[in-house]
Nanobody, 115 residues
């Protein structure tokens, strides 16, 4: 079955860096687009970054120049490198893909950025 297992995240001071990982299984990873979302307390879940099967990337304006999404098809893993973190980046982060018109989500990982 499709599984997305996240790792990384944690607590960091403003200006610091974190890397999130999302290991995929149960499908042909190289063929699908992958996304990172986040949800802050009391807010709707929002798209942070996406990477297509052809390595085309897109970013939310607020993270451009600070976050980098990448994928390693040999490891079936997508990454989100987050630099110059700000308190407003505090949220639960989720990886996500859709296969045959169904969404699959990772379990979520907390990122807390202190000022």
């Amino acid at each position: 079955q499709v599984q997305l297992v996240q790792s990384g995240g944690g607590f960091v001071q403003a200006g610091g860096s974190l890397r999130l990982s999302c290991a995929a299984s149960g499908f042909l990873f190289s063929n699908v687009d992958m996304d990172w979302y986040r949800q802050a307390p009391g807010m709707q879940r929002e798209l942070v970054a996406g990477i297509s099967s052809r390595d085309i990337t897109n970013y939310q304006d607020s993270v451009k120049g600070r976050f980098t999404i990448s994928r390693d098809n040999a490891k079936n893993t997508v990454y989100l490198q987050m630099n110059s973190l700000k308190p407003e980046d505090t949220a639960v982060y989720y990886c996500k893909t859709d296969i045959s018109w169904r969404d699959y989500w990772g379990q979520g990982t907390q990122v807390i950025v202190s000022s």
